[in-house]
């Protein structure tokens, strides 16, 4: 299984606000190494959404939005749309793997 | 704008070695700061990060793969290269290249650049 644990799917109805968390540990995310969010839409390679202190990539909306906490992290996306559908997986590091862990993904279904 | 490419067989035998390389355009695979890695998705599942290298050599391996995987850059050619030998059909996978930065505490975590990915088949 994965370092970091996600919930498998989550759902929202358009224009609707979603969160999706991230559980890791104090090897990883409680140990304060950042924690990036990707976006994957089927059947392309993951995007970066979402990098420390909220940074986004250009074209990257204000809609989605990040936080961390102890030994978790959020993602949050404000006024869903149909094109956010997608899985989305958190990122970050692990001194005892002494590399990169991820999320096993959450698919969002936007209804 | 940063690409990445990533080529090599889409099939290979169990018990053999897979190997692919990761081409980089529009920047230098020497620049400072940045690492150059390999990451896998089987189908349907999550990523799992395999390796990555700075451009002097510097490698970093995930812990359960180690023991099969090799990791190569070639600066002249603005490629990187991976190796996984004895391979099952639990290698089977979509295999991605990406950049991966540098963040704080100096470790090797973000990846903000990512290849398209291959589908390597493990079969016989």
């Known amino acids: 299984q994965s370092a970091l644990t996600q919930s498998p799917s989550v759902s929202g109805a358009p224009g609707q606000r979603v969160t999706i968390s991230c559980t890791g540990s104090?090897?990883?995310?409680?140990?304060?190494?950042?924690v990036h969010w990707y976006q994957q839409l089927p059947g392309t390679a993951p995007k970066l959404l979402i990098y420390?202190?909220?940074n986004r990539p250009s074209g990257v909306p204000d809609r989605f939005s990040a936080s961390k906490s102890g030994t978790s992290a959020s993602l949050a996306i404000t006024g869903l749309q149909a094109e956010d559908e997608a899985d989305y997986y958190c990122?970050?590091?692990?001194?005892?793997?002494?590399?990169?862990?991820f999320g096993g993904g959450t698919k969002l279904t936007v209804l | 704008q940063l690409q990445l490419q990533e080529s090599g067989p889409r099939l290979v035998k169990p018990s053999e070695t897979l190997s692919l390389t990761c081409t980089v355009s529009g920047g230098s695979i020497s620049s400072s700061g940045y690492y150059w890695g390999w990451i896998r998705q089987p189908p349907g599942k999550g990523l799992e990060w395999i390796a990555n290298?700075?451009?002097?050599?510097?490698?970093y391996f995930n812990p359960s793969l180690k023991s099969r995987v090799t990791i190569s850059v070639d600066t002249s050619k603005n490629q990187f290269s991976l190796k996984l030998s004895s391979v099952t059909a639990a290698d089977t996978a979509v295999y991605y290249c990406a950049r991966q930065g540098v963040t704080m505490f100096g470790v090797v975590s973000l990846c903000d650049y990512w290849g398209q990915g291959t589908l390597v088949t493990v079969s016989s």
């Open positions: 990122h970050s590091y692990d001194n005892i793997l002494s590399g990169s862990v």
């Open positions: 420390p202190n909220n």
């Open positions: 104090s090897s990883n995310i409680g140990a304060g190494y950042d």
């Open positions: 290298i700075y451009y002097s050599g510097i490698t």
